[in-house]
């Protein structure tokens, strides 16, 4: 399309165990804070992994004019009202627009609250004697224990309606769930409803929390976590040599997407530009990426191809930088195919290390901190990187922020599936 329409960011918000507000965040990264910690939500003695980066001391009451409804609202739900709370107060797109139905949620959340505890006494229930499973025993105490609206709240979609519900944004409602790729890909699929002409903005983001018993197991089973349980603060260390996994982080991001002529109009405050967006699938195994690194090369490709850029013209790349053997080598080995002979020119770092993993919130989350190196011009740093590896060998930014002309950024998700998103994002220019 020749006349697509174009795609603007004009409302941030985040809910991040670095901060309760993108700004605070933003000084966490450039500071090269870690937030990585000893895990407070339950109790994980006994786990190959003690530690997370949590989300501490923020209430979801300061959000909502109801907090009484949010009770049992797992905590990815009200980390997604507090960041969209932010982003609609940031953007003003309420009052700009009065047909609510021009106004549309993606979202990429992940499921809700898990209550190990529950399950462990229905398991126990059932299995008092050497006889089978006892299934109406285990039926019978779930239906005595088991929280009803608790259990509406495992729906990934619940999300997206509380905000639909919070804002009264009648719209397209959709929720994707892609693994770590999800909340990337809600705004690249949002960016494209908007060009399409479909809607004049869209709520896009995502939310998530995996630090409980069922997160913390799988996790764990899978060997992808770090068990450097003595250092919390240096645990995640993305391209060191010394890496042994990643850690886990909770919490909900979100922007406001618009079409660039209302907002113009409007006089809104535009911080940056959705110019790209590429997805693709490695179509090879659940846990394991490509080792040739073929769906990352696709998607960072098409996302170039559909900015109209070439590689020459990307200043930065927030990488999906996990922490993990696998995914660090081949995420290198993607940029090398991207960017020729210049990859070792392009600035390249994951902000997961002082962060953690955030799962499905992960790449909205990248995605505002690729706009604010733009609106800064200062490089995200990866902080623990203390051991060269000679399978990444890049400029990772490693440990230091550092000032550098940005105006072009990509931001990267992999997932587990083999799904990857890539999204690229500008400085607005005015025109």
């Known amino acids: 399309m020749t006349n697509r329409r174009r795609v603007v960011v004009t409302g941030l918000g985040m809910i991040n165990p670095l901060g309760t507000d993108p700004e605070t965040v933003w000084s966490g990264i450039k500071e090269g ?52 709370r932010q982003a609609i107060d940031n953007s003003g797109i309420l009052d700009a627009i009065s047909d609510r139905s021009k106004i549309g949620v993606y979202f990429g959340a992940g499921e809700g609250p898990q209550d190990f505890g529950i399950f462990m006494r229905m398991v126990s229930a059932a299995t008092q004697s050497d006889e089978d499973f006892d299934v109406a025993a285990f039926m019978r105490l779930g239906s005595e224990l088991l929280d009803t609206e608790a259990e509406v709240e495992q729906e990934p979609s619940l999300p997206a309606a509380h905000l639909a519900e919070m804002f009264d944004l009648q719209g397209p409602n959709l929720n994707c769930l892609t693994a770590c790729a999800a909340s990337s890909q809600a705004i690249g699929e949002a960016t494209e409803m908007i060009r399409r002409g479909e809607v004049t903005a869209m709520l896009a983001g995502g939310a998530h929390s995996m630090i409980h018993e069922f997160g913390l197991t799988g996790f764990s089973l899978l060997t992808a976590l770090s068990t450097n349980n003595e250092n919390p603060k240096g645990a995640s260390r993305p ?19 618009e079409e660039l002529e209302h907002a113009k109009r409007r006089g809104a405050q535009i911080l940056g530009e959705v110019i790209g967006y590429g997805c693709s699938s490695d179509a090879y195994r659940i846990t394991d990426i490509h080792p040739a690194g073929r769906g990352a090369i696709a998607c960072m490709s098409a996302a170039l191809q559909d900015a109209r850029i070439g590689p020459e013209q990307v200043d930065y790349v927030n990488a999906h930088g996990t922490s993990t053997s696998v995914n660090d080598r081949v995420e290198t080995v993607a940029c090398k195919a991207v960017f020729g002979e210049r990859a070792y020119q392009v600035p390249v770092s994951s902000t997961k290390s002082m962060m953690g993993h955030l799962i499905a919130a992960a790449g909205a989350t990248e995605m505002i901190m690729c706009l604010m190196a733009i609106r800064d011009n200062i490089l995200p740093p990866t902080i623990n990187l203390e051991n060269p590896d000679p399978d990444c060998d890049l400029d990772y930014v490693p440990n230091e922020a550092r000032e550098a002309d940005v105006r072009v950024a990509l931001n990267n998700s992999f997932g587990f599936g083999g799904q990857n998103v890539t999204l690229a994002v500008s400085r607005y220019d005015g025109s």
């Open 33 to 84: 804070t870690s937030a990585v910690d000893y895990i407070s939500i339950f109790d994980a003695t006994g786990y190959p992994t003690r530690i997370a980066a949590e989300v501490r001391n923020w209430d979801v009451a300061t959000a909502v004019n109801n907090p009484e409804k949010w009770i049992k609202r797992g905590r990815h739900a009200k980390f997604a009202a507090g960041a969209a």
């Open 239 to 257: 391209f060191d040599r010394l890496r042994d996994g990643f850690v886990m982080g909770e919490g909900g991001s979100v922007v406001i997407l």
